[in-house]
């Protein structure tokens, strides 16, 4: 079954790699803040300590269905890659979803779609020393990549104010059947036709 | 050199409490321990689920020392720091005595000890509530498998500086290494998963579906065919 869906993949992703360059797309650059809720709830001075401020860069596509639907396949990456405390482990996250877009008027419409969040930690294995009790000790991180890959949900709300240009904000909630685990990302971007 | 530890091998993990001995009402020591265990459980990268055991461990101190415990991991308060070797019980707050791996990197023996030694200026009942489920919370995350952190404002930071538990970037990050989440059950990419799926969940299959249209759509739709004049 791995092997299946490795292959699966592969091809796919040969597919749409190959019209890439083809005409229609979007690009969108913007930011993205994590854990929304912990950052308002936290204590004051430890905002940044419990949620990430990240820009994004992505492409995404609009697919007209009808006068008022579209659907909008989209991915994007967040950069830069997010450096561990001792500089020695990176985390890369990336997402990739599919949107149902609603016109609610000409420069408006509503998006909501599912998508996965993908994350990769990547560490070596580096030696680090640290306090431990009255002295220090030596810590090792891991010496191998990690990936996770959490179900997303998306909502969002564009205004276009130029025939090319528009603003897109919306959330992306990770894990949102799990109440315990559910987290909530903002995301701000600015689509630009290509 | 580095970490191949893999933590523990099952995703439901109990922890055993026996309060003999400990300086803190009964009750106040469990409310401690199950905030400590809520804020672990609220990391959203991890698939470990950490309970406690609503019955009180048998096991204690002599068996925990003798390694014949079979409730563990086990949490239990000391009055007698020095019986685990050489530990300062006027600095120590709580320690790990034991973190044994079996040959695949799988812990399968840990658990967490609290200072209750009379008279110790690190001693438990010295500790604002506070302080005491952040003791708690950074020896769960040593059992669990992390090591110090160099960030002063983490929870596993090797001092006690603020009266709160608080589980930051940085330790959500050590601990999804440890124990990642994936919908998808390992079915992508080269890095290691040391725990694998026998059958691919449903939200894994519903994600994988997603994926697919996306990548197909934007595939599909990008090609413009020239048409013949």
């Known amino acids: ?194 | 050199m580095g970490s191949n530890t893999f933590g523990w091998k099952q995703k439901r993990l109990t922890f055993y409490v026996n309060p003999t001995h400990c300086t803190i009402p009964e009750s106040e020591l469990y409310q401690r321990i199950d905030n400590a265990i809520q804020a672990w459980n609220g990391i959203p990268d991890t698939d470990l689920e950490i309970v406690r055991s609503t019955t009180v461990a048998t096991d204690g101190d002599s068996e925990f020392r003798a390694k014949t415990a079979t409730q563990v991991p086990l949490i239990l308060c000391s009055q007698q720091l020095s019986d685990y070797g050489s530990v300062d019980a006027n600095a120590i707050l709580g320690f790990v005595p034991y973190f044994d791996e079996n040959a695949e990197g799988y812990v399968y023996y840990s658990g967490l000890v609290l200072n209750a030694q009379p008279g110790a200026l690190a001693e438990l009942s010295q500790l604002a509530p506070g302080e005491v489920e952040l003791i708690v919370g950074h020896e769960i995350g040593h059992v669990l498998g992390l090591g110090h952190s160099g960030d002063p404002d983490s929870l596993m930071y090797f001092k006690l500086n603020k009266n709160f538990l608080l589980v930051t970037q940085d330790d959500q990050d050590g601990i999804s290494q440890l124990y990642p989440r994936n919908v998808l059950g390992g079915a992508l990419g080269c890095a290691s998963v040391h725990r694998t799926e026998t059958r691919l969940p449903v939200s894994g299959l519903l994600a994988v579906l997603v994926l697919l249209i996306v990548l197909f759509l934007m595939g599909r739709f990008s090609f413009k065919t020239e048409q013949p004049l």
């Open chain 1, 1 to 194: 079954m791995k092997k299946f869906s490795l292959w699966i993949l592969i091809f796919i992703s040969s597919l749409s790699a190959s019209s890439v360059f083809a005409a229609g797309w979007k690009l969108q650059v913007g930011a993205s803040v994590s854990n929304l809720e912990q950052r308002l709830s936290a204590p004051p001075g430890f905002a940044s300590k419990v949620s990430e401020i990240q820009g994004l860069l992505g492409v995404s596509k609009s697919l007209k269905i009808s006068n008022r639907f579209s659907l909008r396949p989209e991915s994007f990456v967040l950069l830069p890659w997010r450096k561990g405390v001792d500089g020695t482990t990176l985390t890369f996250t990336s997402h990739a979803g599919l949107s149902i877009d609603i016109q609610i008027s000409k420069p408006l419409s509503l998006g909501l779609g599912n998508g996965l969040l993908w994350e990769m930690f990547c560490s070596r294995g580096e030696a680090v020393n640290l306090g431990n009790g009255t002295g220090t000790s030596t810590f090792y991180t891991p010496s191998r990549w990690t990936q996770v890959v959490l179900p997303t949900a998306t909502i969002s709300l564009e205004w276009k104010f130029s025939k090319r240009v528009g603003l897109q904000f919306g959330f992306l909630i990770s894990d949102y059947l799990n109440s315990n685990k559910r987290r909530v990302r903002g995301l701000g971007k600015v689509v630009i036709d290509l």
